[in-house]
């Protein structure tokens, strides 16, 4: 199994510009996490879906963040537009009902 | 005041030695508890879960006291290979998990 992918693993953006980062979450996981790690915050939960459906956004920011999973297999975080404060790792994760199994995150910058 | 609460470290120990730390959670009502180990500039992943009557997994003992509300972790003989952040999380449903700021140890040869 390869576990959760994420892409980029790095992404280094310009205030204003558009960023999206994927996830893909390891098969027959029905459980799908984004969060966000900074030196300040930790790790916050930004938006979690189960079957494919966002049940809890409360965690996402602002309304620059979006996120979307059009099916058992992918799913995307946007940031539009991105700012500097927005400077973190995003960690994409899913989950059996008893362990949740992350990803290796993309360090987005934004300059 | 934060859900939970670490002390962030860092711990230096020499190998061998154990290493003990604890995390504290505010809400009562919180139902499941762990242990996660990130290392430096990779994911969380999960070390182990923690049982009210507690629980061991080799060198690495959980404890819970929910009367106080706190979270233990206690690393036998430590290794080189034990340093890293640990990072408490504490869950009060089926999917939220909230996670402390984490301890660091350094294990030294």
């Known amino acids: 199994d390869a576990g959760v992918i994420q892409s980029p693993r790095h992404e280094v953006t310009e205030m204003g510009q558009e960023v999206t980062l994927r996830c893909k979450p390891i098969?027959?996981?029905?459980?799908l996490f984004w969060y966000r790690q900074t030196m300040m915050r930790g790790l916050e939960l930004l938006i979690y879906f189960n079957n494919n459906v966002p049940i809890d956004d409360s965690g996402m920011p602002e309304d620059r963040f979006s996120a979307k999973m059009p099916n058992a297999s992918f799913s995307t975080l946007k940031i539009q537009p991105s700012e500097p404060r927005d400077s973190a790792v995003y960690f994409c994760?899913?989950?059996?009902?008893?362990?949740?199994?992350f990803g290796p995150g993309t360090r987005l910058t934004v300059t | 005041r934060k859900e939970v609460e670490q002390d962030p470290g860092p711990f230096n120990v020499p190998e061998g030695a154990t290493v003990a730390f604890n995390c504290t959670y505010s809400n009562s009502a919180s139902q499941s508890f762990f242990w996660y180990r990130q290392d430096c500039r990779k994911e969380p992943k999960l070390l182990m879960s923690?049982?009210?009557s507690g629980n061991e997994d080799g060198r690495f003992t959980a404890q819970l006291n929910r009367a106080s509300q706190y979270i233990s972790l206690l690393i036998r003989d430590s290794k080189l290979s034990d340093s890293a952040t640990y990072l408490c999380?504490?869950?009060?449903?089926?999917?939220?998990?909230?996670f402390g700021a984490g301890t660091t140890v350094t294990v030294r040869a």
């Open positions: 098969s027959g996981h029905n459980s």
């Open positions: 999380v504490v869950t009060l449903n089926d999917y939220k998990l909230s």
């Open positions: 923690v049982y009210s």
């Open positions: 994760a899913s989950s059996t009902p008893y362990e949740q199994y």
